[in-house]
């Protein structure tokens, strides 16, 4: 009966202290793949190319927050490169909306001027 006891102490201790690698392990893949969909993001706006002032210092505080996010990632802490990524990826997207209502706006005061 003890050892049955001690066995199954055992096996909980165990299986309890994986728990924490198994999370970190989660925390850094999340981490990552945050970091390489703000990179996706940002390379697209410079691919597509950026229109007006506001829209390139968006996708420049964007750049900026993916350094931080890589910076991070390889000194392992996933929670900072988690952070740093997601402001890099809201940055780019706010850099590409700001992008596209400038060439609307230009596109509409040509229409008036006509």
């Known amino acids: 009966m003890r050892n049955k006891i001690t066995a199954a102490a055992l096996t909980v201790a165990m299986a309890l202290s994986a728990l924490p690698s198994a999370a970190n392990a ?16 940002i390379e697209a706006n410079e ?7 506001a ?10 927050a993916l350094a931080r996010a890589e910076e991070a990632v390889r000194k392992d ?3 900072r490169a988690y952070y740093e990524a997601n ?10 909306a700001t992008s ?7 596109e509409r005061n040509q ?4």
């Open 26 to 41: 989660a925390s850094e893949k999340r981490s990552r793949a945050t970091v390489a969909e703000a990179r996706g993001k």
């Open 47 to 53: 691919k597509a190319g950026l229109s007006g002032t």
């Open 55 to 64: 829209a390139t210092d968006a996708q420049s505080r964007a750049r900026e």
């Open 77 to 79: 802490k996933e929670n």
């Open 87 to 96: 402001s890099a990826d809201a940055l780019a997207g706010l850099a590409q």
């Open 100 to 106: 596209e209502l400038d060439k609307l706006n230009t």
């Open 111 to 114: 229409i008036a001027a006509q």
